[in-house]
Each structure stands twice: as C-alpha cells, then as structure tokens.
C-alpha cells in the first residue's frame, strides 16, 4: 500500500541520513531533501520505493549500455560465481575470462592496440596511465619526461591521480591538488568560451594550446597529453572539427604519448566501438569502464598500443602496479556477456545508422525553446545549454540554479538528465527506442517550459 511505502521510504531516507556518505553530495542538502532510492530498472526504466516510473536518459552514470534487466549478464555471472568467484592475475598467474576478455577487446579496438590492462575502475585506470608513461620513458632512457598535459574542465576519475589529471577546479581545491607533474590547458568548448571566434578558428586556436604548453615546458620533459574525445562531466563539449586535426598534428610533431580517456564513449556511445575510431585518433593509451560491463560489475582497463605494450613487456622487467581486482573473472565475464549483446543486437551500427540520427533531430527541436541557446551531440550523447539571452549566449546568475530547477522537473516528468551547471546532459542506454526517445524529448519540453 502506499502507506507501507511511504514507511519504507521514511525509515530509508533516515537510515541514508545517519549512516550514508554520498559521493559528490552536499549532504547536509540531501539531508533535508531526502535521497531518491532506486530499486529496480527494466529497460531503459527505472522505478523508485515509491513506484514512480523514470526513463533514465543517463544510463545511470553513462555506463548501462546495453539498458537493465539483461538476464543473460545475469547468468554469466553466476555460473562465473559458481566455478571461480576470485582468482588473481597477478604473480604468473591468470584465468580463462580475463584472458578472453583482453583478447576480445583487442579485436574490437583500433588496430595498433593489442593489449590490456585491467584495473577496477575508470580512476584507476588514469592511475595507471600516470605511472605506465612515466615507467615507459624510464625505460626509454628519458626520465625527464615527466608532465602530463591535460585540459581544465575535464573529468579523468575522483583519485588522487584521476582528480590531478581531471581540470575540475571544485576537485582540485579541496585536497590540494593538482599534484605536482600535471599541467591543464584551455578546454575546446566554443559555446562558453569562443569569445566570437568561429568554431573552425576556435578550435585551432584551442588545439594549438596543447604546442604553446609543450614549447613552454620543453618537450624532453613532457610524457603525455591526456584527453577526453569530447568532455563528458565537463558539459558534453564536443571540440569544433578543427580540433582533432590540429592535435594530431602536434602529436606527431613531437614525441609525447597520447592518452584518450573513453570511460565514456567506449563500447558504442559514439557509434563506433571506440571514439578514437569516430575521431580517427591514434593513441598510445585508452582508459576504458562504464560501457565494458554495461555498469553491472564494477571494471576498469587500459587498452595499450603495441608501441608502449612491447616496451612495458619486453623490457621493464617486473611492472610494479596493480589491483587485487584486476582483472576480477566475475566482471571479466559480465564483460564478455555485455561485449556479445552489443554485437549481437549490432549496437553499435544502430547508434550510427538509426538512434543518433533519430535522437540528435528529435533533440533539434529543443533548440527553438527561448530557454536554450543551444543543442549539440554526437552518437548517444547530447547536451542542451539553459541561458538567458540565446544571441549573447548570456548565462543566468548562477544562485538562481536554473539547471537543478530544470533537473527536478524532468525528475517530476518521469525524466532522469543531469544537469552540469545550466547545462542538461543525456546519455541513454544505446538500446533506446524511437518511442522512448519521443517520450524523452516530450518530458524534457514540458521540463523546459515548467523552468521557463
Ligand atoms: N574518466 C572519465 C572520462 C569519466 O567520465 C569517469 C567517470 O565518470 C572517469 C574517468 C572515472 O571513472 P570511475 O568513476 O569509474 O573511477
């Protein structure tokens, strides 16, 4: 009865207050709010204690590829369960999941990418880049090479490694951080930061950053640049097309390894497995988790170019990091089960052929609203920028909140975007349906003319 449920909740919420830590939480807001609880999803769907009914446009944090509910991802993991729960793959050992694991994902990234490292999360993959390049030139007889550049405003992981790396000024002022060795240049983000320059010559302008910081600090002591294919927590800021380009460009002219965070757009988000393949970009280095497991089991990995591999393999001797977890044959398993599903439902040809196209124009309708200056989005992702003057691309105040305003009404649609700011952010498991995303964009105008 509702009554009963209204209990559960009640005791849930209290309980959520005096025991639970959220990350990423003002908790003394939650508190007073009370914390929504989930407890199940089917689908692209989610329904809280109360029953409520919400399309989940996030795919919870960007990582329920292949939508909830899969029984087979069930299946896989407890037969896993049943026959090897842990084994490690340290110290001369492995087991039969892991192996097939790095040998699937080898077959599916780009060709010069061979090997994999696993780790337990999207973090601790930053984490192992860090000291993988710095290890790599070690070995390389250039121990100078040290600095990593990354780019303000992006999201590389919440350790102490992924927090430095990630541009986010929030991150770095509490724990003083960055630490020392990482270095952040201006984000490609023409929208906000164009200053009335064209996205061609925005995007030059902003790639060519990347040289100026490189000549600055001398290219005998940089090891790597380090990217998001677009920034995903930053906002959805997809770089004008210029970008890339340029970047390469710089790339190849000096010798600094190339590091391309995919947590996000690997395994299908983009329409391709990986976004290096959209972008055509050749990295040294792709952090990978969320879409690898579909979010069911926690996992992480980097997958390594021969370049680096046949170096850390051949000869650095003993490579002296690791998790217990690495490579945990359970969520090897869910890996494998989600990696098969994606090819078998031909996801990502979908992404490419059908659901980005529908979505993307469906979105497009969004951007005549008064409200939003604009709409952009590449695959299954979008971003919608809330503003008050749509010519000056002028932002609201920000004590006024209109993003979080805009966050609660889609929430009392029956709509799940998150909001960056005053900037909503979609991110759908790749199994949406035309119809879902019609009620998506439904839900998300009836939130904008409530924000109006
Ligand atoms: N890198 C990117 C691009 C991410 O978006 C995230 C998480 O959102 C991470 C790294 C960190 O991953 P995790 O939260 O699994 O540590």
Known sequence: SLL??????????AADKQHFIHPFTDSKGLAEKGTRVIERAQGVYL???MGHKLLDAMAGLWCVNVGYGRQSIVDAVAKQMQQLPFYNSFFQCSHPPAIELAQKIASLAPQHMNNVFFTGSGSESNDTNLRMVRRYWDLKGKPNKKTIISRVNAYHGSTVAGAS?????????????????????????????SKGLSPDAFGLQAAQALEAKILELGEDNVAAFIAEPFQGAGGVIIPPSTYWPEIKRILAKYDILFILDEVISGFGRTGKWFAAQYFDLQPDLISIAKGMTSGYVPMGGVIVSDKVANVIKQECGEFTHGFTYSGHPVAAAAALENIRIIEQEKLVERVATDTSPYLQSALQQLAEHPLVGEVRGIGLVAAIELVKDKATHQRFDSNMAVGMFCRDACIHHGLVMRSVGDTMIISPPLTISHAEIDALVAMATQALNDTY
């Open 165 to 193: 790396l990630g541009g986010m000024s929030g991150m770095h002022e509490q724990g003083d951080l960055p630490i020392p060795g990482i270095v952040h240049i201006a984000q490609p983000y023409w929208y906000a930061e």
């Open 4 to 13: 009963t449920q209204q209990q559960q909740l009640a005791d849930l919420q």
């Open 47 to 49: 329904w809280d204690v």
